[in-house]
């Protein structure tokens, strides 16, 4: 499988008077083609920030993020802008739908916007939309639907124009249990179907269970990386129980215990109540 995406020692510092934060701290990290990754951890750990760089809408302190080859700190902002709509997809957890816009409309929105709108895509964003539970929403405005329903035809949106990397901020935000697993299991296997890569902001553990990777943050930096199955099914795993508490989920670790903000007793503690997309 080709690199999609690739981080070198990327960092983002924020300074103020005479402090110095920083929100990412030198992240080194590949996607490949196909490969499906969830980034976790707890608020402030600095996931949200590194998805912002990622999609090319924040420019790190330092550091390189090479997506298909292309190195965004060489382009120009208008080169950059039209890179990010053309190979970037991208999913807020505000859906930022046009109200005045069908939701077929809206997903053909980026084709329009690429130059690139066809009978096969209008075909296209039909069968997304379909496919993601929709089939029968095509022609509602997005006053005319739920939240939930308006955050998948955002999904669809983010995959209608077959970006290299697709991008997910917390995709299941406002879904319930069960449409909830049905899309993150139609994101997955649209990803591998067509070779993409993808990354997932989540808080929501139980949603692992559908990808390939899992990379934990804290502190602004890559605290672990789990690609065996087995484990990635365990941390998942918890989405079954009875006793399912989704207000403070945590990530096991191997360890028995690892000092440091976010752990307790060899679990990294999560907090509840994950905030909107924001760069922080």
Not at 14 to 27: F, L
Not at 61 to 82: P, V, W
Not at 102 to 120: D, I, P
Not at 169 to 179: Q, Y
Request: glycine share 6%; charged share 25%; aromatic share 4%.
């Amino acid at each position: 499988m080709a690199v999609v995406l690739e981080t070198q020692a990327v960092s983002k510092i924020y300074k103020s008077d005479h402090t110095t934060v920083k929100a990412v701290d030198e992240v080194s990290l590949t996607v490949q083609s196909g490969e499906f990754i969830a980034l976790v951890g707890p608020s402030g750990s600095g996931k949200t920030t590194m998805l912002a760089m990622l999609a090319a809408l924040l420019n790190p302190s330092s550091g390189a993020i090479i997506i298909d080859g292309h190195n965004l700190a060489e382009m120009k902002e208008s080169e950059r802008t039209r890179f990010r709509r053309e190979k970037i997809g991208f999913t807020f957890q505000q859906n930022n739908l046009l109200p005045f816009l069908s939701a077929r409309e809206n997903v053909e929105l980026m084709l329009r916007l690429n130059n690139s709108f066809q009978k096969q895509g209008r075909e296209r964003a039909r069968e997304l939309l379909t496919r993601l539970g929709l089939g029968d929403r095509l022609d509602n405005l997005p006053s005319q639907l739920s939240g939930g329903q308006q955050q998948r035809v955002a999904i669809a949106r983010a995959l209608i124009h077959n970006p290299n990397l697709v991008l997910a901020d917390e995709p299941t935000a406002n879904l319930d249990t069960e449409r909830a697993f049905q899309v993150v299991e139609t994101f997955a296997e649209l990803i591998h179907e067509h070779n993409r890569a993808g990354i997932m902001v989540t808080h929501d553990l139980r949603m692992c269970h559908y990808v390939d990777k899992v990379v934990q943050m804290l502190d602004g930096r890559i605290e672990r990386i789990i690609e065996d199955k087995a484990e990635i099914e365990a941390l998942a795993g918890a989405r079954l129980g009875p006793n399912l508490n989704l207000e403070t989920p945590v990530i096991p670790v191997k360890e028995k215990s690892k000092p440091g903000k976010g752990w307790e007793n060899g679990r990294l503690i999560q907090p509840a109540n994950p905030s909107p997309f924001s760069i922080v």
